[in-house]
C-alpha cells in the first residue's frame, strides 16, 4: 500500500515564497516522473511541473523563472519551491507520482496527494 501525503501550503501575499513537498511511503520500487499539478476555482486541473528520475525539469510557461522542481530520491519526496507568487498562482496544489511497484516490471501507477490549498493575495 502506498500513501502520498503533502505539505507546505498557506496563505502568502504578493511576492512571497512557499514550499510544498509531497512523501510518498510504503511498499514500492521506484518512483518514476513526479509531478505538480494545481486546480484553481472554476479551472480544469492544470500540468504545473514535472521531474524525471534523471532530474530533467519542465514547467508550464507561468512559472518559469519563478518555480523550481526538485526531488530526494532518498526521502521519496518531491519539492516545489514557489518564488514571486502572484494572486494568479492561488490553487489547490496536487503532487503526482508515476509509481513502479514491483523491480522486475516496468509497470507504473499514478498516485495523487489529498491537495495543499496555496492562496497570494494582492
Known amino acids: 500500500q502506498v500513501q502520498v501525503v503533502e505539505s507546505g501550503g498557506g496563505l502568502v501575499q504578493a511576492g512571497g515564497s512557499l514550499r510544498l513537498s509531497c512523501a510518498a511511503s510504503g511498499s514500492f520500487f521506484s518512483i518514476n516522473a513526479m509531478n505538480w499539478y494545481r486546480q484553481a476555482p472554476g479551472k480544469q486541473r492544470e500540468l504545473v511541473a514535472t521531474?524525471?528520475?534523471?532530474?530533467?525539469?519542465n514547467y508550464e510557461d507561468s512559472v518559469k523563472g519563478r518555480f523550481t522542481i526538485s526531488r530526494d530520491n532518498a526521502k521519496n519526496t518531491v519539492y516545489l519551491q514557489m518564488n514571486g507568487l502572484k494572486p494568479e498562482d492561488t490553487a489547490v496544489y496536487y503532487c503526482?507520482?508515476?509509481?513502479?511497484?514491483?523491480?522486475?516490471?516496468?509497470?507504473?501507477?499514478?498516485?495523487w496527494g489529498q491537495g495543499t490549498q496555496v492562496t497570494v493575495s494582492s
Open positions: 521531474i524525471t528520475l534523471g532530474g530533467l525539469t
Open positions: 503526482n507520482l508515476a509509481i513502479r511497484l514491483r523491480q522486475y516490471s516496468d509497470i507504473t501507477r499514478s498516485y
